[in-house]
């Protein structure tokens, strides 16, 4: 069994921010594969399902960004999961606007979601989805930019990331992170 969690935060004043692209993604495999992610527990919304022959759960914290690790601890421990069983999706904005990137571990570098999750978890062995924003501006505070809308001009890259991060997350499901990684990491939309 998979935990599956996209990043965000809860409220229609977040839901077409840049902070909220692992929120779309779970939104985007829920409609592929008839998921109802509306179950409260976890201090979130989950739903259980399967995805190519794999059970998984689909998890939206909704513990706001910097607390997303509570969320995640909770259901690792309910589902009775390891952190090996986990994969996270969420925004960066330091990899080129237009591709993807999965890893299968490393740091938090200055996303505040993975510092909780890494500190509420105690681990950074799992597998991650990031998914890019872009770059902000040299005059532009990081919260403000990671809070602000994507401009007409970037939709449909950012959709087409979130296709191919959803495509990516069903390659790991399927085969494997290293899998995901040797198909998806430099793999641009644009």
């Given at each position: 069994m998979?935990?599956?969690v996209?990043?965000?935060?809860?409220?229609?004043?977040?839901?077409y921010?840049?902070?909220?692209?692992?929120?779309?993604?779970?939104?985007?495999?829920?409609?592929?594969?008839?998921?109802k992610?509306?179950?409260?527990?976890?201090?979130?919304?989950?739903?259980?399902?399967?995805?190519?022959?794999?059970d998984?759960?689909?998890l939206?914290?909704?513990t706001?960004m910097?607390?997303?690790?509570?969320?995640i601890?909770?259901?690792?421990?309910?589902?009775?999961?390891?952190?090996?069983?986990?994969?996270?999706?969420?925004d960066?904005?330091?990899?080129?606007?237009?591709?993807?990137?999965?890893?299968k571990?490393?740091?938090?570098?200055?996303h505040?979601?993975?510092?909780?999750?890494l500190?509420?978890?105690?681990?950074?062995?799992?597998?991650?989805?990031?998914l890019?924003?872009?770059?902000?501006g040299?005059?532009?505070?990081m919260?403000?930019?990671?809070?602000s809308?994507?401009?007409k001009s970037?939709?449909?890259?950012?959709e087409?990331?979130?296709?191919?991060?959803?495509?990516a997350?069903?390659?790991?499901?399927?085969?494997?992170?290293?899998?995901?990684?040797?198909?998806?990491?430099?793999?641009?939309?644009i």
């Amino acid at each position: 069994m998979k935990l599956i969690v996209g990043l965000g935060n809860p409220g229609s004043n977040y839901e077409y921010t840049r902070h909220n692209v692992g929120f779309k993604v779970i939104d985007e495999l829920e409609k592929r594969y008839n998921f109802k992610v509306k179950k409260i527990k976890f201090k979130g919304v989950y739903d259980k399902g399967n995805i190519l022959g794999e059970d998984v759960i689909l998890l939206k914290p909704y513990t706001y960004m910097n607390d997303s690790g509570i969320s995640i601890r909770e259901a690792l421990s309910y589902f009775k999961l390891s952190q090996k069983d986990l994969i996270v999706i969420y925004d960066d904005s330091d990899i080129e606007f237009g591709t993807i990137r999965i890893k299968k571990k490393g740091s938090a570098g200055t996303h505040n979601g993975m510092k909780s999750i890494l500190y509420h978890i105690q681990s950074d062995e799992f597998d991650r989805v990031k998914l890019s924003i872009g770059k902000r501006g040299p005059f532009i505070d990081m919260k403000d930019f990671v809070l602000s809308g994507f401009d007409k001009s970037e939709i449909k890259t950012i959709e087409g990331e979130i296709d191919l991060a959803a495509d990516a997350v069903e390659e790991i499901i399927k085969n494997g992170s290293d899998s995901a990684m040797n198909i998806y990491n430099g793999k641009s939309v644009i």
